[in-house]
């Protein structure tokens, strides 16, 4: 049971990256600080739908 994801910048919402997770064992929303190519920093990452 595993759910494929897209995670988005908080701040320009581009989809910058894609993961996956187990809807099991991870219920709660993903919030990451990646590096968004757009915004040239690193920022927070929300999960959204792909
Ligand atoms: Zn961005």
Known sequence: ???LLSLACEECKR???T???NKRTMTEK???KKYCN???K???HK???V
């Open 42 to 44: 690193h920022t927070l």
């Open 19 to 21: 993961t996956d997770k």
């Open 30 to 32: 993903l919030a990451l």
């Open 38 to 40: 757009f915004c040239r």
């Open 1 to 3: 049971m595993r759910e």
């Open 47 to 49: 999960e959204s739908k």
């Open 15 to 17: 989809r910058n990256y």
